[in-house]
């Protein structure tokens, strides 16, 4: 993965997990598939399992989503 500028505005392609807690009959969950998620944020950094960004941002402080390398797809630079 490249590295961002820190508050760099990016978007994010990920496969987001399925939990169902119901019991399902097994031809529910052969069709079960795991969605592709977008997220806007502002880069703040990454690590080989993590990519963490935020959606707000005030001086030093912000919010944080920490999404595992592993289930993204592709990150867009936004201007």
Not at 17 to 33: A, H, R, S
Not at 45 to 56: A, G, M, N, P, R
Request: aromatic content about 10%; hydrophobic content about 30%.
């Amino acid at each position: 993965m490249r590295n961002y500028p820190k508050n760099q505005r990016i978007e994010v392609d990920w496969v987001d997990i399925v939990q169902d807690p119901e019991w399902l009959e097994e031809t529910k969950i052969d069709n079960e598939v795991c969605p592709i998620c977008q997220s806007v944020g502002y880069y703040y950094k990454h690590t080989k399992d993590f990519l963490y960004i935020s959606s707000t941002i005030s001086g030093s402080q912000r919010d944080i989503t920490i999404i595992p390398m592993g289930c993204v797809k592709k990150i867009r630079s936004l201007r």
